[in-house]
């Protein structure tokens, strides 16, 4: 007879609170999903250089419509905290100084995903359609494809488009347009 040992689940407040007193470092790659802290991969250039272009391009089209954040938590309720590569979110004017962002505040999220693909997609994905996140946009880097989740309906997305170089992106929870070749640019490499 098999035995089930009993996980502790941790919380956000733990989240920090581990922190705060040095079991977890400030700069330790990790988020909390669904109580449990998770590594994160370590970022590499090519990585790197599409959040920040992805950035870029965002807070050109949207101005003070809304906030373009960068690899910056979104707290989806007690036990979950992930850091998206990209979000948009509602515009406060003290940039969330108290709090992270929540679900309802949240217009798109972003995942670049190069060696990540998978876990984005079976774990991360999930997390945002329980959270009703309005859209999100997983970037598979290596075939140069944005696969887009809309319309969040009991835990998962019924709604899937693939766009790739040559298409445009519609944004529908914060209306914008996007062309997927200026996501990439020119070839991605590993």
Same mark, same amino acid.
């Given at each position: 007879?098999?035995?089930?040992?009993?996980?502790?689940?941790?919380?956000?407040?733990?989240?920090?609170?581990?922190? %705060? @007193?040095?079991? +977890?470092?400030?700069?330790?790659?990790?988020? &909390?999903?669904?109580?449990?802290? =998770?590594?994160?991969?370590?970022?590499?250039?090519?990585?790197?250089?599409?959040?920040?272009?992805?950035?870029?391009?965002?807070?050109?089209?949207?101005?003070?419509?809304?906030?373009?954040?960068?690899?910056?938590?979104?707290?989806?309720?007690?036990?979950?905290?992930?850091?998206?590569?990209?979000?948009?979110?509602?515009?406060?004017?003290?940039?969330?100084?108290?709090?992270?962002?929540?679900?309802? %505040? @949240?217009?798109? +999220?972003?995942?670049?995903?190069?060696?990540? &693909?998978?876990?984005?997609?079976? =774990?991360?994905?999930?997390?945002?359609?329980?959270?009703?996140?309005?859209?999100?946009?997983?970037?598979?880097?290596?075939?140069?494809?944005?696969?887009?989740?809309?319309?969040?309906?009991?835990?998962?997305?019924?709604?899937?488009?693939?766009?790739?170089?040559?298409?445009?992106?519609?944004?529908?929870?914060?209306?914008?347009?996007?062309?997927?070749?200026?996501?990439?640019?020119?070839?991605?490499?590993?």
């Amino acid at each position: 007879m098999a035995v089930q040992a009993q996980r502790k689940l941790f919380t956000v407040s733990d989240f920090y609170k581990m922190a %705060e @007193v040095g079991i +977890l470092d400030w700069d330790d790659r990790v988020e &909390l999903i669904h109580g449990e802290i =998770l590594e994160m991969s370590p970022i590499n250039s090519p990585h790197a250089k599409i959040v920040a272009r992805l950035t870029r391009i965002l807070n050109a089209i949207l101005g003070e419509r809304a906030l373009v954040r960068g690899q910056c938590p979104i707290q989806i309720d007690e036990y979950s905290e992930p850091e998206p590569d990209v979000s948009v979110v509602e515009f406060q004017i003290d940039e969330y100084e108290d709090q992270h962002p929540r679900p309802e %505040e @949240v217009y798109l +999220l972003i995942e670049a995903s190069d060696s990540t &693909l998978q876990r984005d997609r079976k =774990l991360k994905l999930p997390l945002y359609a329980e959270a009703a996140i309005p859209e999100v946009w997983i970037l598979d880097m290596k075939n140069q494809i944005v696969e887009v989740y809309t319309n969040p309906e009991n835990g998962k997305y019924q709604k899937v488009l693939k766009a790739q170089k040559g298409d445009t992106l519609h944004c529908t929870s914060l209306p914008f347009e996007l062309e997927v070749e200026r996501i990439f640019g020119r070839k991605y490499t590993k």
